[in-house]
């Protein structure tokens, strides 16, 4: 059985920085591509970085530079850390896996973790 579990969301102000973990089991992950979500109130949920088995990473236009995607496959944890943080950055972060090439398509992926919230104040 596939689980997969997020922490580190927390509260911080702007300019602040916080690193998200996601343990993964149950799931060869470090044959797929695996990645980082969010989901603001009111609003879709988006791709933020994926981080794909040779090493290619994707990131949303609104993180290319603050925001890191890695994974230790010895602890089998994927990573976000955000650096940077502003006040838009605020929402539900999820990792999820199940493709195979890095994408930040929602519907390419099948394993989702339940979430970890993330609050940046200004």
């Known amino acids: 059985q596939v689980h997969l579990v997020e922490s580190g969301g927390d509260s911080v102000q702007a300019g602040g920085f916080l690193r998200l973990s996601c343990e993964i089991s149950g799931f060869p992950y470090g044959s797929y591509c695996v990645a980082w979500f969010r989901q603001a109130p009111g609003k879709e949920r988006e791709g933020v970085a994926a981080?794909?088995?040779?090493?290619?990473?994707a990131y949303a236009d609104s993180v290319k530079g603050r925001f890191t995607i890695s994974k230790d496959n010895a602890k089998n944890t994927l990573y976000l850390q955000m650096n940077n943080l502003k006040p838009e950055d605020t929402a539900m972060y999820y990792c999820?896996?199940?493709?195979?090439?890095?994408?930040?398509?929602?519907?390419?992926?099948?394993?989702w973790g339940q979430g970890t919230q993330v609050t940046v104040s200004s």
């Open positions: 999820a896996g199940g493709t195979v090439i890095a994408s930040l398509e929602e519907s390419d992926f099948r394993y």
């Open positions: 981080l794909d088995s040779d090493g290619n990473t």
